[in-house]
């Protein structure tokens, strides 16, 4: 089963986050790289990921709530409440998703992150 490919959006795209990841053998990209600009829109991101078959995460939460219902055929997108995440956490949280799932569970998938927040 192929792994899960993720791109983190503008409002996610910490370099060391990024980073780490990578370090752990995931296939991650970021808000900017060289097919998606800073400046890129939510939808940009969004339609972008999606037909590299990534899923997104985001702490944009309402734009990519009413974005999922405009284009149901999405990669996946993970929510999460910003100010509930330290680092840390995230990077947690994250690394546990990635290596949980496959590609095959995102398409057109909302799921929040806090399903795979440390319970401990």
Do not use: Y
């Amino acid at each position: 089963m192929a792994k899960p490919l993720l791109h983190l959006d503008a409002d996610v795209s910490f370099r060391t986050l990024d980073r780490v990841l990578r370090d752990r053998g995931h296939d991650v990209t970021r808000t900017p790289c060289d097919w998606m600009p800073l400046d890129a829109s939510d939808e940009q991101q969004l339609l972008q990921a999606t037909a590299r078959g990534r899923c997104l995460l985001t702490f944009n939460i309402s734009d990519f709530m009413r974005l999922a219902r405009v284009f149901p055929a999405h990669g996946g997108i993970v929510l999460a409440h910003q100010q509930d995440w330290n680092l840390a956490t995230l990077i947690a949280a994250v690394d546990a998703m990635l290596a949980q799932t496959t590609a095959d569970d995102w398409p057109g998938q909302v799921r929040w992150l806090n399903d795979w927040r440390h319970k401990g």
